[in-house]
């Protein structure tokens, strides 16, 4: 971090403000934010804070399920080697391990706290989805198992009487005194900030993907516990690994809505422009291929073809049951005019998750004394390089258990203190020019779109650091008063750490693909890459 990139967004004066103590501070409240509360000693105090409200995260928006091994006919050893195959040679083989078999429990937990699986013929319905062996994924409404999930986890959450929820409360800092995570800096609006502390804090604020101007991910996802966590001194790892999912409804003007998986699970095939079927060329699996190798054969069809889109054609299957299966998305078809049951449908690929994030161990603890992370915002090792379809709700429930039971009876183990630590930031003088925040903001978003998106390359990657370090000079030295100038210096520090790391790795590995290096080197680069604050990039076994 150089001196025009200050430890703390705003201004800290410990007399000014605002001070709240907690046992445990719990950041986001997505599926493993919300996991990591339920795990928490009913004798501790639990704070959750969310930027919006408890509905709006992106495990509310998943539509596939939640995979593990459920059916008679699949073995653990099947999801376990689906996983690493997926993965790029980079996967931690015991977390891996640890994950799956936790998965029917886990599964199973939510099924008793009232989540509503599809079921067929009595027991659960399980789907098939890119880069799986076996039917595996459990899903809920069709395809809205986010959405069930979430809402009988909230509703367990709002019986907890131990847990306090701030909803439309967005996490500027987190606070840190003699080398370890005392809590956090939050704005409940532009001009009331609070100082919470906490005995431990747990941090589950989810992806980046508004860095990208094709997203599926939802407006709050700015990457700001990323930014965060490198501003308070956290190791962050494999941040050059976003993965893009491969099919998301492409119509101008209209918002990226995505086209879950498990319609090519079903059955439905990728065409292009001229209705050939192009994936049976690309990999043995065709459209159920992992995730990385899909999204590449589209961009390679979209230039062949010279058109903006693929189409997934669903024609071939039964109407009624597509319509059962897949309602939220025949709705969201049907209000462009398209009738999925026989009109194609225009697809093209959009940043979707970002497999890289804060470095944790198997209980998600980071390298920051006092600080735990759980969720898409981590790098835990379960996914590699590239994400296997419907692990990520998985891996927010295993690692929110884990963090929320670890973090608690350490928190239970410290004694009460309502001292507030002496933390000051000065205010900055802020005498140049107004910006405009959304010209930067959508500048930034088109950069890493055309540079660092799915086909990167070592000279547009050197013109993505350079356009994003002359934006970082004149904007990160800056003191805003409201979520727009926050969260563009958070979606500014993201890319820069994308960007350095992506440019670093010479070859292609999973979810990134260099045109320059165009295959996997295992003796240089079988490795990840950690970045932290006043450090390096540097690469690590």
């Avoid at 430890?7 to 919300?34: E, M, N, Q, S």
């Avoid at 090519?264 to 699996?285: Q, S």
């Amino acid at each position: 971090m150089t001196d025009a990139e200050p430890r703390y967004l705003v201004p800290i004066h410990p007399k000014r403000i605002a001070h709240f103590f907690t046992d445990v501070l719990i950041i986001g409240g997505g599926l493993a934010g919300a996991r990591a509360a339920i795990a928490c000693d009913p004798r501790l105090s639990v704070l959750i804070v969310t930027k919006e409200s408890l509905q709006e995260s992106n495990s509310q928006y998943a539509q596939g399920g939640i995979a593990g091994v459920l059916a008679p006919e699949d073995r653990f050893e099947n999801h376990i080697e689906d996983t690493l195959r997926a993965g790029g040679d980079l996967c931690d083989v015991e977390v891996v391990k640890r994950v799956v078999y936790e998965a029917p429990e886990r599964i199973n937990e939510l099924i008793a706290w009232g989540t509503h699986f599809d079921e067929q013929g009595g027991t659960l319905a399980l789907g098939r989805e890119g880069g799986h062996s076996h039917n595996r994924v459990a899903h809920a409404l069709g395809d809205a198992t986010g959405k069930e999930i979430m809402r009988a986890v909230i509703a367990r959450l709002r019986g907890l009487e131990h847990v306090t929820i701030w909803e439309d409360s967005l996490t500027l800092d987190l606070l840190t005194h003699t080398g370890a995570c005392r809590g956090a800096l939050v704005a409940s609006d532009a001009k009331r900030k609070i100082l919470v502390w906490a005995k431990q804090t747990i941090i589950c604020t989810g992806g980046a993907g508004q860095v990208f101007r094709e997203t599926t991910n939802p407006e709050v996802a700015t990457g700001d516990g990323i930014a965060a966590c490198y501003r308070a001194g956290a190791r962050l790892r494999d941040m050059e690994f976003m993965q893009f999912h491969p099919t998301v409804l492409y119509i101008a003007g209209s918002s990226r809505h995505l086209i879950t998986e498990a319609v090519r699970g079903a059955g439905a095939h990728l065409v292009d422009c001229d209705g050939v079927r192009f994936m049976p060329d690309f990999h043995p699996d065709a459209e159920l291929a992992p995730r990385d190798v899909v999204s590449q054969a589209i961009v390679v069809q979209m230039a062949k073809t010279r058109h903006p889109n693929v189409y997934l054609d669903l024609s071939h299957l039964d109407a009624d049951v597509v319509q059962a299966e897949f309602p939220g998305i025949v709705s969201t078809c049907a209000k462009f005019g398209i009738d999925v049951t026989t009109d194609r449908i225009p697809v093209q690929p959009a940043a979707h998750y970002l497999i890289g994030g804060i470095e944790v161990d198997d209980e998600g603890r980071t390298s920051l004394p006092g600080l735990w992370a759980a969720g898409e915002v981590t790098s835990s090792g379960l996914h590699g390089a590239n994400r296997l379809a419907s692990n990520s709700l998985l891996e927010g429930l295993v690692y929110g258990a884990h963090a929320g039971e670890a973090a608690s009876q350490l928190a239970l183990s410290m004694p009460d203190d309502f001292r507030a630590p002496q933390i000051e930031s000065p205010t900055s003088p802020n005498d140049a020019a107004p910006l405009d925040l959304a010209d930067i903001s959508n500048s930034l978003k088109s950069l890493m779109w055309r540079n660092v998106g799915i086909r990167r390359d070592g000279r547009g990657l050197t013109e993505a650091r350079d356009m994003v370090a002359r934006w970082c000079r004149y904007v990160l030295r800056r003191q805003f008063d409201g979520p727009a100038g926050w969260e563009l210096q958070n979606m500014l520090t993201v890319a820069k750490l994308m960007i350095e790391a992506a440019l670093l790795r010479e070859e292609s590995r999973g979810v990134h693909y260099r045109a320059d290096f165009p295959d996997s080197d295992d003796v240089h680069w079988r490795c990840h890459i950690s970045q932290r604050r006043d450090e390096a990039a540097l690469t690590q076994e």
